[in-house]
């Protein structure tokens, strides 16, 4: 992957499919959390480790932790966060939006090596199926008529043309 697919200048910036995803997770929660993206060209965060029990205690009577799990799942495993994960000198941020510590060189190589895997499944999926080869036509059924009438043609064939 080259520099250019991982290592943008400044801010990855969400698109309305963030915000749909930041959304969701800020309806499940009594206030909404500002390290999530409000609207499109917000900056998309790296969350800070650990940051799911703070969203946790966060919410809503009657909620359900596993709903809440799976749409922060869904915000994290997207390719403006793992594009934004992946920045050079990227910082994780706590529950209200601000800087706590930069990501791990590890951190940012998994991130990147996800943006990969999600382009070639992306590509895969994109890539139009081969035709499938059409089997050759079976050979027509002959009657038990039509076998006995070749058979006696080829005998005769047989018979005519072999020397005297």
């Known amino acids: 992957m080259s520099g250019t697919e991982t290592a943008q200048k400044g801010a990855i910036g969400a698109t309305e499919a963030d915000i749909r995803k930041a959304e969701a997770v ?24 650990g940051l799911f029990d703070e969203i946790r205690g966060l919410l809503k009577p009657g909620a359900g932790v596993t709903v809440l799990r799976r749409a922060v799942s869904a915000f994290v495993h997207g390719k403006r966060y793992y594009m934004a ?12 939006g601000n800087p706590v510590e930069p990501l791990s060189d590890e951190d940012r190589s998994v991130a990147q090596r996800r943006l990969i895997s999600l382009k070639s499944a992306k590509g ?33 064939r047989e018979t005519t043309s072999a020397p005297r």
């Open 26 to 49: 800020n309806e499940l929660l009594v206030r909404p959390i500002g390290v999530l993206p409000q609207r499109p060209g917000d900056p998309v965060r790296p969350f800070a480790i």
């Open 85 to 96: 994960s992946a920045q050079p000198g990227a910082m994780r941020h706590d529950i209200d």
């Open 124 to 156: 895969e999926k994109q890539k139009p199926a081969p035709a499938p080869v059409p089997a050759p036509p079976p050979p027509p059924a002959l009657s038990k008529a039509e076998l006995i009438r070749a058979s006696l043609l080829s005998r005769r």
